[in-house]
């Protein structure tokens, strides 16, 4: 019990003090979830970006969504933002850190050039050496208290805090403690694990009407037609249930959850309105990332980099990820609403997802990204790192 509490404290925020009894804690607290947040962000745009480390990145965002669609709670979504916001500060105080050691270095580098040897010269590079050793010193006491940025304005209190800890053997083995904690918090094998059967789980739903689909943009005539007709009408039923089933797996963690469509209908019967609004909002925003690429990324300068591809895709589709997952969370348990009612919305998600996938052939023009798009299902699964 002792071991996953504290585990927690990396993985979760906790709860947010009353901003009336204490405004001070209470901006902290949001100042912590806003940087940790943002650089979580960061993180997984450059994971994502890479192949094999984008399953990783991959997994941590569904295990984002099973802790929502376990506890129906947004702020579940800050997952492992107390680590995120302390690597956030250890990064920002290096980033401050480099201003003025490259000042230093460019005036040493001057007198150097002006009177080579002289005192001026020397003074200046021993000045920048031991700015280095001042700065490097500073930052290792940081880390050495645990890392967050605000301790680097408190140089003296982390001397004796390490120096006592040093001094009642304690130090070392806080330090290696801390560390097996992070670990545990990251469980890199499970969030491997996660990624990769979440990925083959979405394609062996979609593998088949994908295919039959993208054949059409191959063919002519009445071929065509029929390809369009039987590929789009099995995209349209597939996508209308894949994102539950993909919340039910990562709700479970069970491979098996992706066959269990029984249970997803069920869960539609009993709140068809949340599912289709945030079914709806899923797949309208997963059409920006190819527009994006469409109508930004290539009129920047050449670059092959994707990770401003990951960003967009982070923002605008993982918070409505997010929103299916509470709406997952939230049809447990409730009352059936009148048939009508749940028939009025399959016909609004039906015609939602006839307009995304017109879309889907439509975008074959846009782009590098947009030829792939019949494959990649972006509201499902990340871009492509190739």
């Not at 805090?161 to 469980?187: M, P, S």
């Given at each position: ?16 003090p ?15 979830g806003l ?14 970006a ?13 295990e ?11 702020r579940?979504?800050?997952y ?15 980033s ?20 080579p040897?002289g005192?001026a010269?020397w003074?200046?590079?021993a ?12 930052l ?18 982390n001397?004796?805090w ?7 053997g304690?130090y ?6 801390a560390?097996?904690e992070v ?5 890199p094998w ?6 990769l ?5 979405v ?6 009407p ?15 037609t029929?390809?369009?007709?039987l590929?789009?009408s ?25 066959l269990?469509w ?9 709140s ?5 609004l ?14 994006y ?10 670059h ?9 895709f982070?923002v605008?589709?993982?918070?409505a ?8 969370h939230?049809?447990?348990?409730k ?10 919305n ?5 015609t ?16 590098q ?5 019949i ?12």
């Amino acid at each position: 019990m002792g071991d996953e509490v504290s585990r927690d404290r990396w993985v979760s925020l906790t709860k947010a003090p009353h901003f009336l009894r204490d405004p001070l804690k209470s901006i902290a607290w949001l100042a912590q979830g806003l940087v940790g947040t943002l650089f979580g962000i960061i993180l997984l745009a450059a994971m994502a970006a890479v192949p094999l480390l984008n399953v990783l990145a991959y997994g941590y965002l569904l295990e984002i969504v099973g802790r929502v669609a376990r506890t129906g709670r947004f702020r579940s979504a800050c997952y492992l933002t107390p680590l995120t916001s302390r690597l956030a500060g250890i990064v920002i105080v290096v980033s401050l850190l480099v201003f003025p050691l490259r000042f230093l270095t460019g005036i040493a580098r001057d007198a150097s050039l002006v009177a080579p040897g002289g005192v001026a010269a020397w003074a200046w590079a021993a000045g920048t050496i031991l700015g280095g050793l001042l700065a490097g010193g500073l930052l290792l006491l940081m880390i050495g208290r645990g890392g967050s940025g605000w301790w680097f304005f408190r140089p003296l209190n982390n001397f004796r805090w390490i120096r006592t800890r040093l001094g009642e053997g304690r130090y070392w083995q806080d330090a290696d403690r801390a560390i097996d904690e992070v670990w545990a918090a990251l469980r890199p094998w499970h969030h491997f694990r996660l990624g990769l059967i979440g990925m083959v789980g979405v394609y062996l739903w979609l593998a088949l009407p994908t295919f039959l689909f993208a054949q059409a943009a191959e063919n002519t005539g009445r071929l065509q037609t029929l390809l369009l007709i039987l590929g789009g009408s099995a995209l349209i039923l597939v996508l209308g249930w894949l994102p539950f089933l993909q919340a039910h797996f990562c709700e479970t963690g069970r491979w098996r959850a992706f066959l269990e469509w029984r249970v997803v209908r069920e869960r539609f019967r009993r709140s068809p309105f949340c599912w289709t609004l945030s079914a709806t909002l899923l797949f309208a925003l997963s059409t920006l990332v190819l527009l994006y690429v469409a109508l930004v990324k290539y009129k920047l300068p050449p670059h092959d980099a994707l990770w401003d591809v990951m960003i967009v895709f982070l923002v605008t589709v993982a918070p409505a990820k997010i929103l299916v997952a509470w709406a997952w969370h939230r049809s447990e348990g409730k009352p059936e609403p009148w048939r009508t009612w749940q028939w009025l919305n399959r016909f609004l998600l039906a015609t939602a997802l006839g307009y995304y996938i017109y879309f889907l052939f439509l975008a074959r023009t846009g782009g590098q990204l947009g030829e792939k798009a019949i494959w990649q299902h972006h509201a499902l699964i990340l871009p492509f790192p190739f």
